[in-house]
């Protein structure tokens, strides 16, 4: 078999699986942000790497401004989908757990500001710090909208069991952790007004995320002890809770280091600063004991039965990647180095996922195959061509 051999078979699997190229708009579901999700926090970590070089720097601003330029196209299918299929809402609420995944938009856009204020620190932002503020409050506002209307429809519209629950209901609330991280970071390059408006308005994020992320931990534990683990094909999003656990450790780290150059009395900056550093460690204590909960759940599963790939894959790379930024950010205020090879494997690690994960969903995406499924939790019925659901 020669190279046009080759060659001819890759052109003609070229979206076999689709029966029309507007199957991609049509059936695309938010799932696919958490794509971005896993790349945005994987450049973060690249940059928060304590061996800097210029190839480092130069991959993990190519991984960066990928994820941007993945995050504007999703965005704009998303937008396609809601003006051409504009039923699909109806299909969604018909699928309380699709819903869910519209959690993913705001975190995305959130991992792009964390990502900005990583490779351009202390003020190198210049002007366009502005850009990344102004691009942070459109995240708060859909974060906040995405929580609290997703939670409306949830207990107004929808009927739901304890078996039903899974790792992925973190996605209604990860976002509120997610954006109070970002604060964090985006207020260290604010002018003083605005970066104590900033970092106010990251702990009532924080604030109305982790008490809500403890309930539904509490409910994702009664789920598996009184209906045992996930079916295998969502057995992946085992690793969730390591997300917004770990980001409820790394916003109150994150508030607390910046607490102390804001325009706080000092006694408050201090306190907020230590209750951060506990806050953090409580919150990687947690992350362990997940972690390897998780590990021990998918071994158990693989045993039985085959794992299939789908997005829900993507649960491995951005809950790995918060537990690395946490690590990070400990291991920098209490100046542990072996804090510091902790987050060096848990780099290597998270970016041995993301290539595997990237590598499968590119080979999906180009056989259109992982169109028809995007989502861990249900099997998607495929309509009609000419059904706008």
Request: net charge neutral; charged share 10%.
């Amino acid at each position: 078999m020669g190279v046009g051999d080759i060659w001819r078979i890759i052109c003609d699997s070229f979206l076999r699986d689709l029966e029309t190229w507007r199957h991609i708009v049509e059936w695309f579901m938010p799932s696919w942000f958490t794509v971005c999700m896993g790349s945005g926090i994987l450049a973060t970590c690249i940059a928060r790497l304590p061996y800097e070089t210029p190839a480092l720097r130069v991959f993990g601003l190519c991984i960066f401004f990928f994820n941007t330029a993945l995050l504007c196209a999703f965005l704009g299918l998303q937008l396609a989908q809601l003006l051409v299929y504009p039923r699909i809402l109806a299909f969604m609420r018909q699928h309380p757990r699709r819903m869910l995944h519209y959690g993913a938009i705001p975190m995305s856009l959130a991992t792009v500001v964390s990502g900005a204020c990583a490779f351009w620190p202390s003020g190198q932002l210049g002007e366009f710090v502005l850009v990344v503020w102004a691009l942070w409050w459109v995240s708060v506002v859909l974060a906040a909208a995405a929580s609290l209307l997703l939670l409306c429809l949830i207990v107004s519209r929808q009927t739901h069991s304890i078996e039903g629950v899974t790792g992925a209901w973190l996605l209604l609330v990860a976002p509120l952790a997610v954006c109070a991280t970002a604060a964090g970071a985006i207020a260290e390059q604010l002018p003083p007004t605005a970066a104590l408006l900033t970092t106010l308005i990251g702990y009532c994020l924080l604030g109305a995320g982790a008490p809500l992320t403890c309930c539904i931990v509490v409910l994702y534990v009664l789920r598996i002890t009184t209906y045992k683990l996930p079916a295998p094909d969502a057995i992946i999003t085992a690793f969730i809770p390591l997300g917004p656990i770990g980001q409820i450790g790394a916003a109150a780290l994150s508030l607390g280091a910046v607490a102390a150059r804001v325009e706080l009395p000092a006694l408050l900056a201090d306190l907020l600063l230590c209750a951060g550093i506990l806050a953090a460690l409580l919150a990687w204590g947690s992350c362990v004991f997940w972690l390897a909960h998780a590990v021990l759940a998918v071994v158990y599963q693989r045993r039985s039965a085959r794992i299939p790939f789908n997005m829900s894959w993507w649960a491995l790379t951005f809950p790995v990647g918060v537990f690395a930024a946490l690590t990070a950010g400990l291991a920098d205020a209490l100046e542990l180095g072996y804090l510091q090879v902790n987050f060096l494997v848990l780099v290597a690690l998270l970016l041995v996922l993301w290539l595997f994960n990237i590598a499968r969903t590119v080979a999906g995406a180009w056989t259109g195959s992982i169109f028809g499924v995007s989502s861990p939790d249900i099997t998607l019925a495929k309509p009609p061509a000419d059904q706008n659901v």
